[in-house]
Nanobody, 123 residues
Framework: QVQLVESGGGLVQPGGSLRLSCAAS????????MRWYRQAPGKERELVTT????????NYADSVKGRFTISRDNAKNTVYLQMNSLKPEDTAVYYC????????????????WGQGTQVTVSS
């Protein structure tokens, strides 16, 4: 069973930091690019950041550039999102995602989503 499980969300004051984790199972994690999305109340889900399968190429939305850092540990099948200098507008449910994956020798062009973790930035 392919699965992504996020953790690490919570309540933090403006200017604070949080580190999200996303543990993958059921597919060959080291062969999938990974993404973090977020969805704020009443808004569409937006792409926050991406990382390639080897971890040496990343991209960020302008709104988080310079504050957020995506990384991965392929030995631990985990992708991370380090969030610094948090702002109230970063409040959202954060989801990790793989758009495609390899499992059992087969390639799947279907997205895997985690259940999401709530991040609330408020004083």
């Amino acid at each position: 069973q392919v699965q992504l499980v996020e953790s690490g969300g919570g309540l933090v004051q403006p200017g604070g930091s949080l580190r999200l984790s996303c543990a993958a199972s059921g597919f060959t994690f080291s062969m999938s690019a990974m993404r973090w999305y977020r969805q704020a109340p009443g808004k569409e889900r937006e792409l926050v950041t991406t990382i390639n399968s080897s971890g040496d190429s990343t991209n960020y939305a302008d709104s988080v550039k310079g504050r957020f850092t995506i990384s991965r540990d392929n030995a631990k099948n985990t992708v991370y999102l380090q969030m610094n200098s948090l702002k109230p507008e970063d409040t959202a449910v954060y989801y990790c995602n793989a758009q495609t994956y390899w499992s059992g020798g087969a390639f799947y062009r279907q997205a895997i989503w985690g259940q999401g973790t709530q991040v609330t930035v408020s004083s």
